[in-house]
């Protein structure tokens, strides 16, 4: 489907985080013996840098790699344009670990229309890190970058005028930031433990199992992961879930 004239378009500029602290977090460093004796030896742990980058349609081709070789699921062009979304900038997201892109997570939001049943509620759809960078916190720094993102909304960036002169206000309008989102979901395959206590860890309780959640893999359930409390397993003050 070709672009509307009036389609805004977005600026990437400054989608690359500022280098990520994680010497607070085990696994982030590497000690190295750079004595040949036991004497004086010298110990040096180097400090690794992590960055998170916004998803562009020129990382595309990155995250698409990533994802087929971590998730066993094919996922359509749809999906890759919906989660550049700009309105999901902030919870949507490439790491880099020593300039080298080894994850990524992406999500939606789910309820964000006024007089809704259902609470607003982000959704994880994939976190994928290959298989050589983990255990060095990088998943835990893509969930906790979009939980807070998410607790924390920011202005979408402005869009840039269009060069064929059909420029209008409302395709110029910077988009309002979103409400507080303090509620968060994901979905474990049934079987994978590992990932089912990762998510625990970070405040998310077992509430469900969804049969047939996975149609081309088995197990095809899905335990369903809920954290119903962003800001208390942040650590932060309460947040009312919606608020502006």
Do not use: W
Request: charged residues 20%.
């Amino acid at each position: 489907m070709s672009k509307s004239a009036t389609t805004p378009t977005y600026s990437t500029a400054g989608t690359v985080s500022a280098p990520i602290d994680l010497s607070g977090l085990k696994g982030e460093h590497t000690t190295l013996d750079l004595s040949s004796s036991k004497k004086g030896k010298k110990v040096v742990k180097p400090n690794v840098k992590v960055t998170l980058t916004s998803l562009t349609l020129n990382n595309s081709g990155t995250l698409r790699r990533i994802n087929s070789v971590v998730i066993p699921i094919v996922y359509s062009d749809k999906f890759y344009k919906e989660v550049r979304d700009p309105l999901l900038d902030d919870v949507n997201k490439l790491i880099y670990y020593a300039d080298i892109p080894v994850g990524a997570i992406c999500c939606k939001f789910d309820n964000l229309a006024k007089g809704s049943k259902e609470p607003p509620t982000l959704v994880i759809l994939t976190l994928a890190i290959l298989a050589p960078y983990r255990s060095l916190n990088l998943g835990t720094s893509l969930l906790l970058s979009s939980l807070k993102a998410s607790l924390h909304p920011t202005t979408p960036p402005p869009p840039i005028p269009a060069d064929n002169n059909t420029n209008t206000r409302a395709s110029l309008t910077v988009a309002p930031p979103r409400v507080k989102v303090n509620r968060a979901l994901a979905h474990v395959q049934v079987g994978n433990e590992d990932a089912k206590r990762f998510y625990e860890r970070l405040g998310f309780k077992e509430v469900g199992i969804e049969e047939n959640y996975y149609s081309k893999v088995e197990p095809h359930g899905a335990i369903i992961m809920v954290c119903e409390d962003i800001a208390k397993a942040l650590g932060e003050s309460e947040q009312p879930n919606g608020s502006a």
